[in-house]
């Protein structure tokens, strides 16, 4: 049965979001707050229930995801200055050689923003693309969209990175499962939004690096890349190997209940992301003669990004709550039920439409991940939940325009129009999220 006072508070509070965020330009976090204060309003919940339910939202989300962001944060702070970055793109450029070097750049967008935020990364790797641009002389965009392929595809799907820990966290899928498919689904989406793409695009539009700049010195002491790839693979392995040891996949093996709580502790995000920072911080800080001090200031001013994520994620959280104790969740779950409505395809048409309508991938895997968890019923297994994370992430990922700031930030930095952009970029954005809803759905139907 449909109660209409619930689904008018649903659609007004999205719209109350959207009005904020686009025409008044309220910040994200407020714009979240003030929305799930009138779902409240509107579903008839009391004042105090009001507040009561925004503090239980933001409580349940920050006490997981303030950690996780903020040692990701620092993390990838001190792998960015300690040039393990740089290191990696050349090492594989050399190793993939110029013909293929579309490639190599979508293997190092892949991994380097695991740790790395994505806007951070693309500006500390573009000078590689256009060092390379000027040596081929073909167009920028066959260098250029492989990297941020990659670096697009790992920033949505795999965590550490902010967005699907939080949507992860929102929906309660275990992060082990949702960076094993983030990887799985991630691999096709990245060949063909990345290299495959970047082919054609090319031939299409010619554009040039811009005029020399100041990069880092070529003779820079980086770190090797044994090193880095270690670093970076200890937390995915420890996470990963974590939720397969707990998995029925290896019941057999008999292990001893003392020993996996153990390991349950070592491969929690939280201690696995600790041992990280502790090894980066030594191998590639004190090992390196980087002092204390700056060591300190790296990660300290590493906090400023992450801030502004974790209090987004809380209030997104909030809103959620919002919807789970009004029993609109519920309401809506039987109905798409009823209707046949695969939750999946809500959860993405959910995250494309917000997406589409404000810019921000982050705020649209949020409130797609608020709207999505109330309708998860009895039955949903972990790996369910974990490919809904991906179906929501690439939902969020689809067709970046000009309310994305990431639209001109590759504008400026591949030098292009808008309508090269539009060509080139929000095509790429919108291949990468069909082909990972498809390969999600591939999954779906087998698991």
Same mark, same amino acid.
């Given at each position: 049965?449909?109660?209409?006072?619930?689904?008018?508070?649903?659609?007004?509070?999205?719209?109350?979001?959207?009005?904020?965020?686009?025409? /008044? =330009?309220?910040?994200?976090?407020?714009?979240? #707050?003030?929305?799930? @204060? $009138?779902?409240?309003?509107? *579903?008839?919940? %009391?004042?105090?229930?009001?507040?009561?339910?925004?503090?239980?939202?933001?409580?349940?989300?920050?006490?997981?995801?303030?950690?996780?962001?903020?040692?990701?944060?620092?993390?990838?702070?001190?792998?960015?200055?300690?040039?393990?970055?740089?290191?990696?793109?050349?090492?594989?450029?050399?190793?993939?050689?110029?013909?293929?070097?579309?490639?190599?750049?979508?293997?190092?967008?892949?991994?380097?923003?695991?740790?790395?935020?994505?806007?951070?990364?693309?500006?500390?790797?573009?000078?590689?693309?256009?060092?390379?641009?000027?040596?081929?002389?073909?167009?920028?965009?066959?260098?250029?969209?492989?990297?941020?392929?990659?670096?697009?595809?790992?920033?949505?799907?795999?965590?550490?990175?902010?967005?699907?820990?939080?949507?992860?966290?929102? /929906? =309660?899928?275990?992060?082990?499962?949702?960076? #094993?498919?983030?990887? @799985? $689904?991630?691999?096709?989406? *990245?060949?063909? %939004?990345?290299?495959?793409?970047?082919?054609?695009?090319?031939?299409?539009?010619?554009?040039?690096?811009?005029?020399?700049?100041?990069?880092?010195?070529?003779?820079?002491?980086?770190?090797?890349?044994?090193?880095?790839?270690?670093?970076?693979?200890?937390?995915?392995?420890?996470?990963?190997?974590?939720?397969?040891?707990?998995?029925?996949?290896?019941?057999?093996?008999?292990?001893?209940?003392?020993?996996?709580?153990?390991?349950?502790?070592?491969?929690?995000?939280?201690?696995?992301?600790?041992?990280?920072?502790?090894?980066?911080?030594?191998?590639?800080?004190?090992?390196?003669?980087?002092?204390?001090?700056?060591?300190?200031?790296?990660?300290?001013?590493?906090?400023?990004?992450?801030?502004?994520?974790?209090?987004?994620?809380?209030?997104?959280?909030?809103?959620?709550?919002?919807?789970?104790?009004?029993?609109?969740?519920?309401?809506?779950?039987?109905?798409? *039920?009823?209707?046949?409505?695969?939750?999946?395809?809500?959860?993405?048409?959910?995250?494309?439409?917000?997406?589409?309508?404000?810019?921000?991938?982050?705020?649209?895997?949020?409130?797609?991940?608020?709207?999505?968890?109330?309708?998860?019923?009895?039955?949903?297994?972990?790996?369910?939940?974990?490919?809904?994370?991906?179906?929501?992430?690439?939902?969020?990922?689809?067709?970046?325009?000009?309310?994305?700031?990431?639209?001109?930030?590759?504008?400026?930095?591949?030098?292009?129009?808008?309508?090269?952009?539009?060509?080139?970029?929000?095509?790429?954005?919108?291949?990468?999220?069909?082909?990972?809803?498809?390969?999600?759905?591939?999954?779906?139907?087998?698991?």
């Amino acid at each position: 049965m449909i109660d209409y006072t619930l689904i008018t508070a649903v659609f007004v509070g999205i719209a109350v979001l959207l009005v904020l965020i686009l025409r /008044l =330009k309220i910040q994200a976090f407020i714009a979240l #707050l003030i929305a799930s @204060i $009138v779902v409240g309003v509107i *579903a008839g919940m %009391s004042p105090e229930t009001i507040i009561k339910t925004m503090q239980e939202g933001m409580g349940n989300t920050l006490g997981f995801v303030a950690l996780v962001v903020g040692l990701g944060a620092m993390f990838g702070a001190i792998l960015e200055h300690s040039g393990g970055a740089e290191a990696l793109a050349n090492y594989l450029l050399q190793k993939f050689g110029e013909k293929r070097a579309s490639w190599a750049l979508m293997l190092t967008g892949f991994f380097v923003a695991i740790p790395v935020f994505f806007d951070v990364a693309f500006i500390i790797l573009v000078p590689l693309i256009y060092s390379l641009q000027r040596k081929t002389k073909k167009s920028l965009l066959l260098y250029g969209m492989p990297l941020l392929a990659g670096l697009a595809i790992t920033h949505a799907f795999i965590p550490p990175t902010p967005g699907p820990v939080a949507v992860a966290d929102i /929906l =309660k899928a275990d992060l082990g499962w949702v960076i #094993l498919f983030g990887f @799985i $689904v991630g691999i096709p989406t *990245a060949i063909a %939004s990345g290299p495959v793409f970047a082919k054609y695009i090319s031939e299409k539009i010619y554009v040039e690096a811009p005029k020399l700049t100041n990069t880092r010195d070529d003779n820079n002491d980086f770190p090797g890349v044994g090193v880095i790839l270690s670093i970076i693979g200890i937390p995915i392995v420890l996470i990963v190997g974590n939720t397969l040891l707990n998995s029925p996949l290896l019941e057999s093996f008999n292990i001893s209940e003392n020993v996996k709580s153990w390991l349950k502790m070592i491969g929690h995000p939280f201690t696995a992301l600790i041992i990280a920072n502790i090894i980066a911080w030594y191998v590639l800080g004190i090992r390196r003669k980087t002092t204390k001090t700056i060591l300190l200031k790296i990660t300290t001013a590493s906090m400023a990004p992450a801030g502004i994520i974790i209090l987004l994620t809380g209030a997104g959280g909030v809103f959620k709550q919002m919807l789970v104790n009004t029993k609109t969740g519920e309401m809506l779950a039987n109905y798409f *039920a009823d209707k046949g409505v695969s939750i999946l395809l809500f959860a993405f048409l959910a995250a494309v439409l917000v997406r589409i309508l404000q810019g921000s991938a982050t705020v649209a895997m949020i409130t797609a991940a608020g709207l999505t968890a109330p309708l998860l019923l009895d039955g949903v297994t972990e790996i369910n939940k974990a490919l809904l994370v991906i179906a929501i992430a690439s939902g969020a990922s689809i067709m970046s325009h000009v309310n994305d700031s990431g639209f001109w930030l590759v504008s400026k930095y591949l030098g292009l129009t808008e309508k090269q952009t539009f060509k080139s970029w929000t095509v790429m954005t919108t291949i990468l999220a069909c082909v990972g809803f498809c390969t999600v759905c591939l999954l779906w139907t087998l698991f």
